[in-house]
């Protein structure tokens, strides 16, 4: 597919006036659409964190606390 020329011909295109300015209340042609750009996804949940990844990080902080704090009683 090739593309087109960039500045549309107003003879032949609809919705467009003389010069190829667009009148009040026409869209623009070959207007695009954000919500169109990507794939369309049709499975992709929002899990959020997983069980563990948490348990993981609760056994370092537990660890760091527990470091931290027998170093603190020792000095004490």
Known sequence: ???GPADPNPDRTPGLERGGQVPPGETPPAEGSTPDAGPYETHNPAKGWGTAPLVAIALIV?????FFLGWLLELW
């Open 1 to 3: 597919m090739t593309p």
């Open 62 to 66: 537990a660890g760091f606390v527990g």
